[in-house]
């Protein structure tokens, strides 16, 4: 469940270093959501469908998913050490992260980030 592309429609799965680039850097002053995951890790594959639910229901906001063993530059280049991990970006930069798989940690952390944006 949430494992495949197709059923995570509203969730952008980034495919290549420049994919992320373009993303990451062209933003500008944009927020978005990244869940930095791999296939072989539970908690992310627990995880998944809550983040596909939040990106639901911020149809306006960027939720993008990053495997880091397909993208592992981008791992590295973004210090990714544990998995799952979320961060917002905002004008090109990390801004928060959370590391876990807590659904009511995730969804507060979206929603936090959501609000001063809409605010």
């Known amino acids: 469940m949430g494992a495949s592309p197709a059923?995570?429609?509203?969730?952008?799965?980034?495919?290549?270093?420049?994919?992320?680039?373009?993303?990451?850097?062209?933003?500008?002053?944009?927020?978005f959501f990244v869940d930095f995951w791999a296939t072989w890790c539970s908690p992310c594959?627990?995880?998944?469908?809550?983040?596909?639910?939040?990106?639901?229901?911020?149809?306006?906001?960027?939720?993008?998913?990053?495997?880091?063993?397909?993208?592992?530059?981008?791992?590295?280049?973004?210090?990714?050490?544990?998995?799952?991990?979320?961060r917002a970006y905002q004008g090109g930069r990390a801004v928060d992260e959370f590391v876990g798989a807590n659904k009511q940690h995730l969804e507060a952390f979206v929603v936090a980030h959501v609000q001063t944006v809409t605010a």
Not at 14 to 30: H, I, L, P, T, Y
Not at 57 to 83: C, G, R, T, W, Y
Request: glycine share 2%; aromatic share 8%; no cysteine.
């Open 7 to 31: 059923d995570d429609l509203p969730v952008i799965h980034v495919k290549s270093k420049a994919e992320w680039d373009k993303f990451r850097f062209e933003s500008g002053s944009e927020l």
């Open 45 to 86: 594959r627990v995880m998944s469908p809550v983040f596909v639910q939040l990106a639901n229901q911020h149809p306006k906001i960027k939720f993008l998913k990053v495997d880091i063993d397909e993208l592992q530059d981008v791992a590295l280049q973004e210090n990714i050490m544990s998995v799952p991990t979320f």
